[in-house]
């Protein structure tokens, strides 16, 4: 996406306009939308840019998909709007229901979300919570396992990033190393 270049070469308000038209094309309710915004605005977040605004128009947009347990690699995706917008209950409800599906599911998704999907929603959760050094633990285990869950590489990019993020802002000198 024509944003994350700008992002990476600090050019953070022409991504913040880019999106704009994101968030316009999210109104209607693709996933592949709400999947690309969420990574965005997680990548600006990141850079620290401040998104909250932007989390809570997104957030209302992906409410009806808490349940779908179609893609786990979405369900990430919609745990970062949860945790964008600041809503506790809603990432309660998510990580609840995602719990129950590993608990009682089958399938291909089921096992994915299983072994690598929760435990990345738990490293995102850690991190929100400013216990960096924990998301560090959960994640690092696992992060050649990510590519698991599916989608390009391009997507899943937002993965390592979340983890160099986590180690640079862990207190454990480990993780800063990690980080490099």
């Known amino acids: 996406m024509y944003a994350f270049g700008l992002i990476e070469t600090g050019f953070y308000r022409q991504a913040e306009k880019h999106a704009l038209k994101v968030g316009k094309r999210c109104l ?5 939308d709400l999947v690309d915004a ?8 990141m850079e620290g840019v ?19 347990h179609i893609l786990v690699f979405n ?3 919609m745990l970062m709007c949860t945790l964008g917008a600041k809503k506790e209950d809603a990432t309660l409800n998510l990580l609840m229901s995602l719990r129950d599906y590993v608990r009682n599911g089958s399938g291909t998704n089921c096992e994915v979300s299983r072994e690598v999907g929760l435990a990345l929603c738990e490293a995102f959760e850690q991190a929100d919570k400013g216990n960096f050094d924990r998301a560090v ?13 599916g989608a390009s590489n391009a997507q899943q990019d937002i993965f390592n990033l979340f ?3 986590a180690a640079l802002h ?4 480990e993780h800063h190393h990690l980080a490099r």
């Open 28 to 32: 209607a309710g693709a996933m592949l």
């Open 38 to 45: 969420s990574s965005l605005l997680c990548r600006l977040q």
């Open 50 to 68: 401040d998104a909250n605004d932007r989390w809570r128009e997104l957030f209302h947009l992906r409410e009806s998909h808490t349940d779908d």
């Open 75 to 77: 369900a990430v995706h």
């Open 137 to 149: 633990d959960i994640l690092n285990p696992l992060r050649y396992d990510v590519v698991d869950i």
């Open 163 to 165: 983890l160099i993020h």
């Open 170 to 173: 862990s207190s454990l000198k």
